[in-house]
């Protein structure tokens, strides 16, 4: 786990040093800052966070693909894969490294939204529970957001094509839920279960459904584990 945790650090060491990281972070705080003045200045305002959270998932959408796509498919194409898949690490540990440098990228865009919390502190009386479980259905949803992103850079050495690929699989599962009011039957209840709005919805509304936390975490073990097999052929090869 330390080789794990030096990778993590490299890499997020590497992305703060970098203007992107700067301007992705001041692009998802005005988005989020958009959807927060805009659900306080609603005919009806609600002293809560309901309304940033629930349509800034689509800005993962795009946040994910963007921050993850060059975390494997780059160093393929430059050839530092090869390098470390040559060093004493393991597989399972290269991709725990790049996926906790995404938690930290994730936080880095995350943090600064608590300043809306702290205003509705400040001038109104929210309820806390649904504050605290918003911000935790957002993390999870961004961590599932970015395991798949990084399985998809493990794929190939286009990294725009790895952008591209987690992005539409992003949105496929963002808009699953409204896809089901299309079908009837067992593909309707799939896509249901599929959707990651569908299982994001309780956190927003205060309550935490075990069978959510599960789906989350299910959903990152397994992109996790499939990253790991692509390297792991990739070694083969």
């Not at 080789?3 to 890499?11: D, H, I, M, T, V």
């Amino acid at each position: 786990m330390r080789s794990a945790a030096a990778l993590a650090w490299k890499e997020t060491r590497v992305y703060y040093a970098s203007p992107v990281a700067y301007v992705i972070s001041a692009a998802f705080l005005v988005i989020s800052g958009h959807f927060f003045v805009a659900s306080i200045t609603a005919p009806v305002p609600e002293a809560s966070l309901r309304g940033m959270f629930t349509p800034l998932t689509f800005a993962l959408v795009l946040w994910a693909p963007i921050v993850s796509m060059r975390l494997l498919a780059e160093e393929q194409r430059l050839g530092a894969l090869e390098l470390l898949l040559t060093a004493p690490l393991r597989d399972w540990e290269i991709v725990a490294g790049k996926f906790a440098a995404l938690g930290a990228m994730l936080l880095g865009v995350v943090l600064p939204t608590l300043v809306y919390a702290a205003l509705l502190f400040r001038y109104a009386e929210p309820d806390a529970g649904p504050l605290f479980t918003g911000y935790l259905g957002f993390l999870l949803y961004g961590m599932a957001a970015s395991a798949l992103g990084l399985f998809a850079s493990s794929l190939t050495s286009n990294q725009i094509a790895a952008g591209v690929a987690s992005a539409v699989a992003l949105l496929f599962l963002t808009l699953a839920g409204q896809a089901a009011g299309l079908v009837e039957g067992a593909p309707a209840s799939l896509l249901e279960w599929a959707s990651l709005p569908g299982h994001y919805t309780s956190f927003v509304e205060g309550v935490i459904e075990l069978r959510d936390v599960v789906y989350f975490l299910t959903f990152i073990a397994i992109f996790l584990f499939l990253a790991t097999l692509s390297l792991e052929a990739r070694r083969w090869r």
